[in-house]
């Protein structure tokens, strides 16, 4: 049989939160947009930081959420497209540039790009 848990979102674009009950076989971006909850996303294959949030209680299982960092789980933090329940849930989404800077900004932003030269080069 099974389980249904509730995923509470707390959504910090639009100051609402919302309750969602979700199969543990199912994904929770899914099934809240079954339950007319509309969330931020934009690949739905786990591979961009678009629907990532913050869990603030409760386990989830994200296998195939490769557009986050294993350090970014261990901190917390969850991609909703690829995210299965573990348990009851609350969770609230991020500012999907916050979290890409958290992941990538040690690589961008720190000088000017330089075209045509080998690194070595340089």
Known sequence: MTRIYTVRIHNRQ???CHSVEVPEDRYI???AEGQGVE???AC???ACTTCAVRI???ELDQPEAVGLSPKLRKQGY???CVSYPRSDLEVETQDEDEVYELQ???Y???GKVRRGLPLDEE
């Open 14 to 16: 639009t100051q609402t």
């Open 29 to 31: 971006l899914m099934c």
């Open 39 to 41: 969330l931020p996303f």
């Open 44 to 46: 739905r294959n786990g």
């Open 56 to 58: 603030l209680s409760g």
């Open 78 to 80: 969850a991609l909703l």
């Open 104 to 106: 990538f900004g040690r």
């Open 108 to 110: 961008f932003g720190k």
